[in-house]
């Protein structure tokens, strides 16, 4: 890209404006950079196209009184020389007059157009850099919140748990925390509690998205004697906060659970997942 100062500079050297020490230091400059040479040729062919659509002027009336005056001089001289002399065009002077100022008009607003151009990218490049920060400080805000609520659940669920192992016969509930899968929601979390006695559960889920009508959400228990996991029931969340309170049963026998999930699945639920995990515990 062309610095600002070397379009003006050409600007005034198509024109013929550049003089001395400075002339000689930018036809140095165009004999080594081809952009700046192909800036000049353009405005040299524009300069001369404008000069053919400059309107015919008129004459002032002294002006018009000279030229036939020197007219009749010059009738008089030739009747007494075989010379024809040759005469300049009497609108040629007006019409290169009125070109070199269309050529001033023309670049003069090139010019400045160029510069309210640069200004708008500059201003643009600087919202986008702010709209960046913004994005990444967000991000990281929402990081440090979901690890914060993550190590919260942790330490009640260790708590859960020693209050479980405190009672006999709770020692041998399964608890797990389920860590989101969503990216669009990584903040929401779940905690499962299950009684192998009782073959029930309890499950606590918390920011989940809301659903769609024919949507519906699905529980999942992993067992190694199945080659499925198996169903745990369907379940909705509040659309405002993404909570919901679930008491679970399974549909077959279980009789140790790996891993619990939560798939988004068609309303009503099915026999086997078929949509995205959504939930997944460690």
Not at 142 to 161: K, N, V
């Amino acid at each position: 890209m062309i610095d600002e100062t070397y379009e003006e500079l050409a600007s005034l050297y198509v024109l013929g404006l550049l003089e001395g020490a400075e002339l000689a230091s930018f036809e140095q400059k165009l004999a080594r950079d081809p952009a700046l040479t192909q800036l000049v040729r353009e405005l040299s062919e524009s300069s001369a196209q404008l000069a053919f659509t400059a309107s015919d002027a008129a004459p002032s009336p002294e002006l018009r009184a000279r030229l036939l005056d020197r007219l009749d001089t010059a009738a008089a001289w030739r009747k007494q020389s075989n010379v024809l002399p040759f005469r300049t065009p009497v609108w040629l002077p007006w019409a290169a007059a009125a070109s070199l100022a269309i050529s001033c008009a023309w670049l003069g607003q090139l010019y400045l157009g160029s510069r309210f151009e640069a200004a708008t990218l500059r201003d643009q490049q600087a919202l986008a850099d702010f709209e960046l920060r913004s994005a990444r400080n967000q991000l990281e805000a929402e990081r440090l919140i979901a690890g914060h609520q993550l190590s919260a659940m942790t330490e009640q669920l260790a708590a859960l748990d020693r209050q479980l192992k405190s009672e006999g016969d709770l020692a041998q509930f399964k608890i797990s925390t389920l860590a989101s899968l969503l990216g669009n929601s990584p903040q929401a979390l779940a905690v499962a509690v299950w009684n192998p006695a009782k073959q029930e559960g309890v499950l606590t889920v918390d920011k989940l998205p809301a659903l769609a009508d024919d949507k519906d959400y699905q529980l999942w228990l992993v067992d190694p004697q199945y080659p499925i996991p198996v169903d745990g029931g369907v379940f909705r969340v509040d659309p405002a906060t993404g909570v919901a309170h679930v008491t679970f049963k399974a549909n077959r026998p279980v009789n140790s659970v790996a891993k619990f999930a939560v798939s988004l699945e068609r309303k009503g639920g099915v026999p086997k997942a078929e949509g995205p995990m959504v939930l997944l515990s460690q």
